[in-house]
């Protein structure tokens, strides 16, 4: 029963996650907007059912995402960074804090790039104009930054608080 529930609970947060990525990609101007809130839902599986399921939810989330949304930004943005980052956030904050921040800021920064490159050479997505400069690199790092403690914060609202109302604290340990 308890693998039931967990790959249940896979599924929802799948199809929701492309749901919220056709949003996206629909209202493009919220297209990062519904990004950050499709990783939420990787971050709460991280921290509901563990294991390999996170990764299953960012595969076929990804997957059906790239194959199903008019505009890919948001796919691709998901696939390369917000989908995994949940998961390597709650493996580098195992580490010392200096540690883990350099680890965060290399794996945005280099997916950044990727990122890029894929948007320019693989997707032929257009610029919007702002081009690629080093302001446009230290306004998204400082953006990453404000995410990054956010969904520390939502993580630890959703442990304290939201759980408990929830009923979720033992849902998954039957």
């Known amino acids: ?6 790959i249940a609970l896979a599924a929802i947060l799948s199809a929701l996650g492309v749901v919220i990525l056709l949003l996206g990609s ?3 101007v919220l297209d990062l907007t519904m990004v950050a809130i499709a990783s939420l839902l990787i971050m709460l599986a991280v921290m509901e059912i563990g294991g390999g399921y996170p990764y299953l939810i960012w595969m076929v989330t990804s997957v059906l995402s790239l ?3 008019p505009y890919k930004f948001p796919a691709l943005l998901y696939l390369i ?4 980052y949940p998961i390597l956030k709650s493996m580098f904050e195992r580490l010392h804090y200096v540690i883990s921040w350099i680890l965060k800021f290399s794996y945005f920064n280099l997916m950044m ?7 320019n050479y693989v997707f032929n997505i257009p610029d919007t104009g702002l081009g690629f ?4 690199f230290l306004v998204c790092n400082g953006v990453f930054v404000l995410y990054d403690i956010a969904a520390t914060q939502l993580a630890t609202f959703y442990l304290i608080k939201l ?7 033992n849902f998954f340990k039957n």
């Open 1 to 6: 029963m308890k693998n039931t529930k967990k």
């Open 26 to 28: 629909i209202l493009t």
């Open 67 to 69: 194959v199903m949304l």
């Open 81 to 84: 960074f917000g989908g995994i």
């Open 113 to 119: 790039i990727v990122l890029i490159l894929a948007c």
């Open 133 to 136: 400069t080093w302001v446009v």
């Open 163 to 169: 759980r408990k109302m929830l009923g979720m604290k």
